[in-house]
């Protein structure tokens, strides 16, 4: 499966697959600008699944 998205330069984000009780089965680390991720279908058993991208900012140590 493939999955087409856009992240800012200064952003960095991660994509993460669920099983149907919310357990964390995949995290892939998602790359900053146009790109599309591909994850292999074989990692996973015939079930339902839930997916979520989260972007977020790089923290700022301020001293």
């Known amino acids: 499966?493939?999955?087409?998205?856009?992240?800012?330069?200064?952003?960095?984000?991660?994509?993460?697959?669920?099983?149907?009780?919310?357990?964390?089965?995949?995290?892939?680390p998602i790359k900053k600008g146009k790109n599309t991720l591909t994850i292999s279908e074989s990692n996973l058993e015939n079930g339902i699944y839930f997916y979520q991208a989260v972007s977020y900012l790089p923290a700022k140590v301020l001293r």
């Not at 960095?12 to 995290?27: A, M, N, W």
């Open 1 to 28: 499966m493939q999955f087409d998205y856009s992240l800012a330069d200064n952003q960095k984000g991660v994509f993460e697959i669920y099983d149907i009780t919310s357990r964390k089965l995949l995290s892939y």
